[in-house]
T-cell receptor, first 112, second 111 residues
């Protein structure tokens, strides 16, 4: 079955380190998204992509970057991790024309 | 992007019907209304989508009045497992749609 997977599921890193969270989907979806969710809050959009080599900033993009070299993957990089980036990160994908998105299981990132 | 407003939380009991209303006063002509469900420690899951009138699937119904400035998600005969956060999203069902989540409604179903 097609799916979307995130790795790692849990990560602890130190302030200032570069961290990359992986997201891989096998639906061949054009649209991919990264969100962060802080305890007790909704999801906030970090970056999104509508296709290969396309990337766009979301509402909370500072300190994050993404690249889209193929359809299946959209890795999220924290260039210099900060404690304020401690959060749960969700990746999602959707077909080009539609608002039904499929979400990964999330990555819990702790920056110490 | 159309902004949505939902109640922060709702309580219900097993077996009852639950209606969660979402306001989206500045919805655009091309916008669709989509609802997601999120359980703790999981990613959101698509429930239902509609454009106008009523849509029903095996999980829920979605009621949209003629002016489309609000919508109501209806969950028939809820169970404890329906305890979750429910998000209402408004966006275009075309290429380049950007999914923006609001705060959601935290539904607690009690025995």
């Amino acid at each position: 079955d097609a799916e979307i997977t995130q790795s790692p599921r849990h990560k602890i890193t130190e302030t200032g380190r570069q961290v990359t969270l992986a997201c891989h989907q096998t639906w061949n979806h054009n649209n991919m998204f990264w969100y962060r969710q802080d305890l007790g809050h909704g999801l906030r959009l970090i970056h999104y992509s509508y296709g290969v080599h396309d990337t766009n900033k979301g509402e909370v993009s500072d300190g994050y970057s993404v690249s889209r070299s193929n359809t299946e993957d959209l890795p999220l990089t924290l260039e210099s991790a900060a404690s304020s980036q401690t959060s749960v990160y969700f990746c999602a994908s959707s077909v080009q024309r539609g608002t039904e998105a499929f979400f990964g299981q999330g990555t819990r990132l702790t920056v110490v | 992007l159309a902004k949505t407003t939902q109640p922060i939380s709702m309580d219900s009991y097993e077996g009852q019907e639950v209606n969660i209303t979402c306001s989206h006063n500045n919805i655009a002509t091309n916008d669709y209304i989509t609802w997601y469900q999120q359980f703790p420690s999981q990613g959101p899951r698509f429930i239902i989508q509609g454009y106008k009138t009523k849509v029903t699937n095996e999980v829920a119904s979605l009621f949209i009045p003629a002016d489309r400035k609000s919508s109501t998600l209806s969950l028939p005969r809820v169970s404890l497992s329906d305890t979750a956060v429910y998000y209402c999203l408004v966006g275009r069902n075309n290429a380049g749609n950007m999914l923006t989540f609001g705060g959601g409604t935290r539904l607690m179903v009690k025995p």
